[in-house]
């Protein structure tokens, strides 16, 4: 009896470094994956074929039991869906462009927040600095908070930190949306002395992962 497990690994973007790895299959035959995906929530679908008897599967699925033959040997497809663990995705985000917001202004952004995770090539510290066409000058000092949400049709960064107006200190609250190609990002940035951008991005990408 063959003993083989399909198996998923993430790493980062060079292949420098290991993000997380699992194996995938039943102890009781061979496993073996032949095809994977990745959605905007970091959920990797797996497909590939299996003759194990006590491959996992989940109540509701399309199909719970083993249709092959054994001794002699077919196998089943199999399609399975593997969320990343949590506290494991490598979370980072980065933007660079121009946004305009309802009334015409025209702002020029670029923001980075480091990955969570060790990456040698991630080599840009936090910081957030913006301009907008009527001689607005933004620059961050320091990121206090961090929050990601990615679902299936989006992905969003929300970074809250300190930084500095036009020469006086603010505290600030930045939100950027990357819709991929179904609609423009979005770009807004809201300081404490009452500022505020609310934009789409024209030109330039928002990258968040």
């Given at each position: 009896?063959?003993?083989?497990?399909?198996?998923?690994?993430?790493?980062?973007?060079?292949?420098?470094?290991?993000?997380?790895?699992?194996?995938?299959?039943?102890?009781?035959?061979?496993?073996?994956?032949?095809?994977?995906?990745?959605?905007?929530?970091?959920?990797?679908?797996?497909?590939?074929?299996?003759?194990a008897?006590?491959?996992?599967?989940?109540?509701?699925?399309?199909?719970?039991s083993?249709?092959?033959?054994?001794?002699?040997?077919t196998?089943?497809?199999?399609?399975?869906?593997?969320?990343?663990?949590?506290?494991?995705?490598?979370?980072?985000?980065?933007?660079?462009?121009?946004?305009?917001?309802?009334?015409?202004?025209?702002?020029?952004?670029?923001?980075?927040?480091k990955?969570?995770?060790?990456?040698?090539?991630?080599?840009?510290?936090?910081?957030?600095?913006?301009?907008?066409?009527?001689?607005?000058?933004?620059?961050?000092?320091?990121?206090?908070?961090?929050?990601?949400?990615?679902?299936?049709?989006?992905?969003?960064?929300?970074i809250?930190?300190?930084?500095?107006?036009?020469?006086?200190?603010?505290?600030?609250?930045?939100?950027?949306?990357?819709?991929?190609?179904?609609?423009?990002?979005?770009?807004?940035?809201?300081?404490?002395?009452?500022?505020?951008?609310?934009?789409?991005?024209?030109?330039?990408?928002?990258?968040?992962?």
């Amino acid at each position: 009896m063959f003993s083989n497990d399909a198996f998923v690994t993430m790493i980062n973007a060079t292949g420098s470094a290991l993000l997380y790895s699992t194996y995938l299959g039943g102890s009781l035959g061979d496993d073996m994956g032949l095809a994977v995906a990745v959605d905007r929530a970091h959920k990797v679908y797996v497909t590939g074929s299996t003759n194990a008897t006590n491959f996992p599967v989940t109540p509701g699925a399309y199909d719970t039991s083993f249709n092959g033959a054994i001794p002699v040997i077919t196998t089943d497809a199999f399609v399975t869906k593997v969320p990343v663990p949590v506290g494991e995705v490598c979370h980072r985000a980065h933007g660079d462009g121009h946004a305009v917001d309802g009334s015409g202004k025209k702002e020029t952004h670029h923001f980075h927040k480091k990955s969570s995770k060790y990456d040698p090539d991630d080599k840009e510290g936090d910081n957030l600095r913006s301009d907008d066409d009527r001689g607005s000058h933004f620059q961050s000092t320091s990121f206090t908070s961090t929050a990601y949400t990615i679902t299936d049709i989006s992905q969003a960064v929300t970074i809250v930190g300190t930084g500095v107006h036009n020469g006086l200190p603010v505290v600030f609250t930045m939100t950027a949306v990357n819709y991929g190609d179904v609609a423009p990002g979005v770009f807004n940035l809201t300081l404490s002395d009452g500022y505020a951008f609310i934009g789409r991005v024209i030109d330039g990408f928002i990258d968040i992962e």
